[in-house]
């Protein structure tokens, strides 16, 4: 056999001072040897410290188990205070064996027998002690130790730290690398979890296998939930929370205040009765989980969404869902806002119609619960996004659409009826129907409810109207394809200044309309004008306190204008650097793909499609990916060429390779104009 030099595993830990995620570290590798033993068909038997050696290979500490064959140690004493009988009944050291070796009563001891010692193990690598004093349990005898191990339930790890005295406390942290309540900190929860699951006297209920009990741990290290650990909603979302630690410190600051609000206001109701504070309890609670997952939606989702990781979006989109009909049950004004939040990115960023149509309809079941002055969002868009929702999810080639259509029909009637009429949502209504019509390629019916929103929609800018500059912009796209330029140009013309103040939706909305006057201008050959006028826009959003991406996308405009107008150097000079913003999105890659293999500029096409392959890693362009054969992406490739009337000023293109093709397939299908 081989000789081991080392020393006992737990004597090793506290000479190194090892941390708590060292000593798990090195316990995974026990657990390993462990598996492995079982797989040959051995039981250990007596895992103990004694037992567990560690010798260093290279600088790098390695466990060995020796000791295997106790059956057959009962004929000589075995090392420690390994206890056994003439009968061979009773074999193994009491501190760490298990109920049913402990029972003596003739049942199948079987691997999970192994497991349980390895939770006293785990228990003393991370506590300094056994749940057991061994001393304690020999003191009484053989059957007061049996009955103790079989019937007594051991305190948590993290209790018998607490319950430690303050200098034997200290000592302890000191091994570990720690302090007092950074170590109990770090015990709390999860490792609590996973040790007692070890420990059950039903071993049913502990791990099958010492691979499972390794996995667990390394769940825990990779803040990942664990299966000991019950997995309730916000548990998971904790869990996700730590994961994304960049996107997820601006939260911080809320929740610390929100800390303190919450516990002002349980002190307040402690003075009124009952029943009164029962309803409040409700409120708070819903108050600090609706004002959590906002604050997550607005810092994480964003992020998530640009850099193309729509599965973990979806996730976490579908977690704040659970936790509103859990959590926001009981106050429909913060479950209503909150599902409105959903509903918008669903609607714009992820485009799901059926996600979204179901938001929409238990935002209509809300409705009658919630006052109008309990809500920011106005009650008229609510309704109008409750059949608009039921439009886009409907078969536009089937009568599913005629219902919705009646019912948005139904809705311009009620609101040109108001005294004085409310245009800005009669036009809404239109808006939203011609829409629909223009991505489903019927032009002149679009073009009529679009021309009818146009109209209503009010000319003063005091007067609210919902999406203001999408509707000319809609409106002028679905010209620009019926070739009626002049009306487009003339629509173009009405430019109403963006407000000093505007916000993100308003001013990514003007920008739509900016991108399609641009285009009215390029169909004409007034590229000069449109690069003049991009000018002064930038200037206006500047001066609103535009962010970074807004002026991100009038760069990209200006690369697709100087793309039209032949001047391709310069345009891919352009569209290159957008690329490489981190703030650069699928579409402005797609853009930059199409000019690079239309003009034959094969380097900087292979820089665009590596980029996109490392940013787009979510599950939906992985399926564009592999969906999309040569031949269809060559038909997409040209389709990508006529956007920019390439074709026409550099004549037949060069025949891309089928890298090039694929690339430009999966690239055009990330670009959807005027999407919902």
Known sequence: MELVRGIRITDYCDQANLRTQDRLELFIKVCQAIQHAHQKGIIHRDIKPSNILVTLHDGV????????????????????????????QFIGTPAYMSPEQAEMSGLDIDTRSDIYSLGVLLYELLTGSTPFDPKELMSGGIDAMRKTIREKEPQRPSTRLATLGADQLTTTAKRRSADTSKLLHQLKGDLDW??????EKDRARRYDTANGLAADVTRHLTNEPVVARPPSQLYRLQKMVRRNKTASLATASIMIALSIGVGLAMAALMQKNAAKQ???????????????????ISDTLPAMIRQGNTQGARELINTADRLATSSLSNTPAAEVELRWRLFKILFRDINDPQAFRRQAELISGLLSKVAADQIKVSREQLRIAVSTAQLW?????????????????ALHVEFMGRTPPAKGWAAFCRYHQGQYLMVFRKLELAEEKLAAAYELLPKDMREPAPERWDIPACYMWVLADLRKLSRAEEVARWNPKLPPRADTEARAAFLNLVSERNNILCLQDRFSEALRLMEEEKRVLADSGASESNLLRLDAMRGEVLARSGNTGEAMKVLMQVAANPLSNADYLYNAAVLAVATGDHGN????????LGEANNAIYGAYWDAFPAVQASRSFRRGLARYGLRRRHGPAPTPSRVARRACAT??????????
């Not at 295997?68 to 090392?79: D, P, Q, S, V, Y």
């Not at 096409?605 to 996109?612: A, D, P, S, Y």
């Open 61 to 88: 500490p390695v466990p060995k188990v020796i000791d295997f064959g106790i059956a057959k140690a009962t004929e000589g004493r075995l090392t420690d205070n390994t206890v056994y009988t003439q009968l061979h």
């Open 194 to 199: 996973i040790v007692m699951k070890c420990l």
């Open 278 to 296: 029962r309803e409040l309890d409700q409120s708070v609670r819903a108050d600090t989980v609706a004002t959590f997952v906002n604050s997550l």
């Open 393 to 409: 999810a409907a078969d536009p080639r089937g009568p599913a659409m005629e219902k919705p259509m009646q019912e948005l029909d």
């Open 605 to 612: 096409h292979l820089l665009l499609l590596n980029k996109f």
């Open 667 to 676: 690239l055009n299908c990330a670009f959807r104009p005027h999407k919902p």
